[in-house]
Structure formats: structure tokens, C-alpha cells
């Protein structure tokens, strides 16, 4: 077995390590969500239209699905100190960018270049947390871990609230740079390089381009079904082309690459593929909770831009909470025990949800059901990513991170779009499709498939070996 090369650099205390690499985990996710309270703003002053201001958010989560494998491999074979620092070079001068964009397709440009920067640096800080953390100490850093990205999701729509209302929605961009500065200077002070000493210096970008392309086709063809419609030639073109990128994909991993994106011997591992497609799951009815409920505050609540950001505190403080409790008894009594009760409280949540009304309150049809989920969300995402990391090589953990964190990214970038897609269909049923009724219906329905998604993500995760996670007495 190959083992890691290491070159002696200044030694640190582990909370700075785990520091560094929640910091720059909790900045990637927080651009997933935090332009949504944003858009609204971004559309008048750039003068876009609303199809474009979609792809504000779908630009940064196609490219950051596309290369995170390409990232997790990158971690493995340069090192995880340059790759951490490279990403987040990426990712700080995209974020200036998008800042300081002045149309709609510079920041739709810039937000891509911004995804791959981002691809780069998520799986380099879970790689960073795997090799230093050992035995009992890791499921705790992994649920700090887990807790800062889950708790990126909804202090997004927090501190874009409080950024757009109260300075601009550039800010949004711009919160970046010194949390990007902060992260860099500390990972070039205290972070020693370690990569797998054997891994060839080649990266597979032709499988990380077809995949991406993959995904935007078929994601392209669903959005656009509002004007085309499912059966259209124009729909079935699209998703036929995503097929065959899709097919290439998985030809060119498989027979043509020497050194492929995905080695499809790393899903040997039935827990690891287990956790990737319960990860895909609830990835993907967690991501269109935020934007459903961004717009519901703001087109049915009334909210202003700072109240929006607001109301999602108590979700951002019950993942947090879920994700402690998590690590602290993952030891104790294994994953899936803990995927059994987080998948029901979701799903028990989006149920309830989804009974929402037009003339429903915050307090009285919002506040308990997003509480429920966002805990079962913290509850979720520290043992999928034990369950993920638990039977690999460590010299494949960036390989390991990268797959779970694509099968997030991917899950919530065809979830927005599908469900997007179908309460549109929805509320255009309607003679008045702009009234409050009508959109509450869209909404009610996206939640409703939500349940359905998360209750299926609860049978999936049956699956996964009964002692992963667990640790044995002798």
C-alpha cells in the first residue's frame, strides 16, 4: 500500500486544521443558497430575465458537480495543501468577479468559473479532515464537518438577507474575500502537504467536460419544459443529447481513460455506494426546500430581503444541533440507525409541510416543519459522510469525499430543476397563475415530492452494511 507523502511544515493544534477546513467548506456551500434572497435585486439592477437569473444558481452547482470528482482526485494526487490553496484561489477571485459584474452574462460566467474554484476546495477540506483525524476523533470531525456545510445551506439565506438589505446584493460575493484571505493565510502557515506518493500526476478533465455537459443538457431540457413542454421534439432532443454525453461518460471511464475520473472500483464498497444514493436523495429534496420556501416568504409572506434571511436562523441553529447530536453517538450506535430517524423526521416534515396555505403564518405552518427538517438534515449528513470514507484506501479519501459531495450537488441540481419544473406546471393550471393561490399550489407540491424522495432515501438506506460506523468492544 502506497503511503502518504508528507513534507515537514509548522505544527498546529487539530481545532486550527478542522478550523481551516470548515471555513472554506462553510464559504462553498453558503454560495449555493445565499444568492437566492439575492436574485430579485440582481434581476433589476442587470436587467435579466427571470429564465436567466435561474441559471445564477444553476451555473455554480452544474460546474461544482461536474469537477467535484475531478477536485477529489486533484486532492489525492498533488496534495492536499496545494489543492486547497489553489481552489480557494479560484474561488475568491471568481467571487470579486461576480461582485463586480455589470450583465447578466458576466455574472452567469463568472458563477461558473466560481463552481469549478469551488469543486476544487470542498473535497480538499474533508480530505484534510480524513488524514489528520483518527480513531473516535473523526466521526467528531466529521460532524463539525457536516454541521458547517449543512448550516452554509441556511445561514445563505440568513446573511444574504441581512448583505442584500442592508449594504447590496454584491455583498453577497464580496463576504468572500475576507473569509477567503483568512482561510489561505492559515493553510500556508500551519497545513502540511500530503498526497499519495504513487498516484500518476494526470487528470481525467475530458470526463469531468462530458459529465458536466451531461448534466447541463438534461438539467437544461427540464427547465426549459415550461415552454416546450415534456413531449416536445425540443425536449426529447435535449434529453437525448444528455443521454449520449451520458453514455460517452461512462464508456470513456470505463474503456478508453488510463486514469479515470471515477474507478468504478471504488463502488465495491456497498457502503459507499449506499451513502452516495441516499446522499443524491436527500440532497436533492434539501436543496429545493430553500429556494421553495426563499420564494414563498417573499411572494406570499411578504417578506422583505433582511426578514427572509431571518426566518431561515432556526433552521441554520437545528442543523447545527442535529450534526453534533450525530457525531456524538454515531460511535454508539451506528449509521443506520441515525439514517432510519433522520429520513423519517424529513419526510415527516416535507409532509407537513407541504400543508402550507396562501393565508398561513410563519409561526403556525412554517416554523415546526423546517425546524424538523433541518435537524434531520444534521442528523443525515455526518453518517453518509462516515459511511462514505469507512471502507476506502486512504489514499482514495479525496476520491470518496468528492463522489458523496457530487452525488449531493448533482441530487440538488436535478431535484431544483425537476420540482421547479412540475410546480410551475402546477400553478399554470390555474386561470389566475399569478395569483397566491396558484403559486401556493406549485409549492405544495414540490414539498410533497419532497416527502415522497426523502421516505424513498429511508428504504434505500436499509441497505448499507447493519455495523457501519459502529464501534465494537472486544
Request: charged content about 10%; overall charge positive; aromatic content about 10%.
Amino acid at each position: 500500500m502506497s503511503q502518504p507523502a508528507t513534507t515537514t511544515h509548522r505544527h498546529a493544534p487539530d481545532w486550527v486544521i478542522l478550523t481551516m477546513a470548515c471555513l472554506a467548506q462553510f464559504m462553498v456551500v453558503l454560495d449555493v443558497s445565499i444568492v437566492n434572497v439575492a436574485l430579485p435585486s440582481m434581476q433589476r439592477d442587470l436587467h435579466f430575465s427571470m429564465s436567466s437569473a435561474q441559471w445564477v444558481v444553476n451555473a455554480y452547482v452544474l460546474t461544482f458537480a461536474g469537477f467535484l470528482l475531478l477536485g477529489g482526485r486533484a486532492a489525492d494526487i498533488f496534495g492536499r495543501r496545494r489543492v486547497y490553496l489553489s481552489g480557494l484561489g479560484v474561488f475568491v477571485i471568481a467571487s470579486i468577479g461576480a461582485g463586480f459584474a455589470a450583465t447578466g452574462g458576466q455574472i452567469v460566467a463568472v458563477r461558473a468559473l466560481q463552481g469549478i474554484g469551488g469543486a476544487i476546495l470542498s473535497p480538499a477540506t474533508l480530505t484534510i479532515i480524513v488524514t489528520t483525524f483518527h480513531g473516535t476523533r473523526l466521526p467528531k470531525a466529521i460532524g463539525v464537518w457536516s454541521a458547517t456545510a449543512g448550516a452554509g445551506g441556511a445561514v445563505g439565506g440568513l446573511l444574504g438577507g441581512i448583505l442584500t438589505g442592508w449594504a447590496s446584493w454584491r455583498w453577497v460575493f464580496f463576504i468572500n474575500v475576507p473569509i477567503g484571505i483568512v482561510a489561505a493565510v492559515v493553510a500556508a502557515m500551519y497545513l502540511r502537504e500530503m498526497r499519495n506518493r504513487d498516484a500518476a500526476v494526470k487528470l481525467d478533465v475530458t470526463g469531468a467536460a462530458l459529465v458536466t455537459s451531461a448534466l447541463a443538457t438534461l438539467i437544461y431540457g427540464v427547465v426549459n419544459t415550461p415552454n416546450e413542454g415534456w413531449t416536445s421534439a425540443t425536449t426529447m432532443s435535449w434529453f437525448l443529447a444528455g443521454a449520449v454525453l451520458l453514455v460517452s461518460f461512462i464508456f470513456w471511464e470505463s474503456r478508453v481513460a488510463s486514469h479515470p475520473l471515477v474507478p468504478f472500483r471504488i463502488f465495491k464498497s456497498r457502503s459507499l455506494s449506499v451513502a452516495n444514493l441516499v446522499m443524491l436523495l436527500v440532497g436533492g429534496a434539501f436543496f429545493a426546500m430553500w429556494y421553495f420556501l426563499t420564494f414563498y416568504y417573499q411572494y406570499i409572506l411578504g417578506y422583505d430581503a433582511v426578514k427572509t434571511g431571518f426566518a431561515f436562523l432556526p433552521m441554520a441553529l437545528s442543523i447545527i444541533a442535529g450534526a453534533q447530536i450525530s457525531s456524538r453517538i454515531l460511535a454508539k450506535v451506528g449509521v443506520r440507525p441515525l439514517l432510519f430517524v433522520g429520513a423519517t423526521m424529513a419526510t415527516l416534515g416535507f409532509a407537513w409541510i407541504s400543508l402550507i396555505q396562501d393565508h398561513s403564518t410563519y409561526l403556525g405552518a412554517i416554523l415546526a416543519p423546517s425546524i424538523i427538517c433541518a435537524f434531520a438534515m444534521g442528523l443525515l449528513f455526518t453518517p453518509l459522510a462516515t459511511a462514505a470514507t469507512a471502507k476506502v484506501e486512504r489514499s482514495d479519501a479525496g476520491l470518496a469525499s468528492g463522489v458523496l459531495n457530487t452525488a449531493r450537488q448533482v441530487g440538488g441540481s436535478i431535484s431544483l430543476a425537476v420540482l421547479g419544473t412540475i410546480a410551475a406546471d402546477r400553478t399554470a393550471t390555474f386561470v389566475n397563475p399569478h395569483s397566491a393561490t396558484a403559486l401556493v399550489s406549485g409549492y405544495q407540491r414540490a414539498f410533497q415530492i419532497s416527502a415522497a424522495i426523502t421516505a424513498l432515501a429511508l428504504v434505500t438506506s436499509l441497505a448499507l452494511p447493519s455495523a457501519t460506523g459502529k464501534r465494537h468492544s472486544h
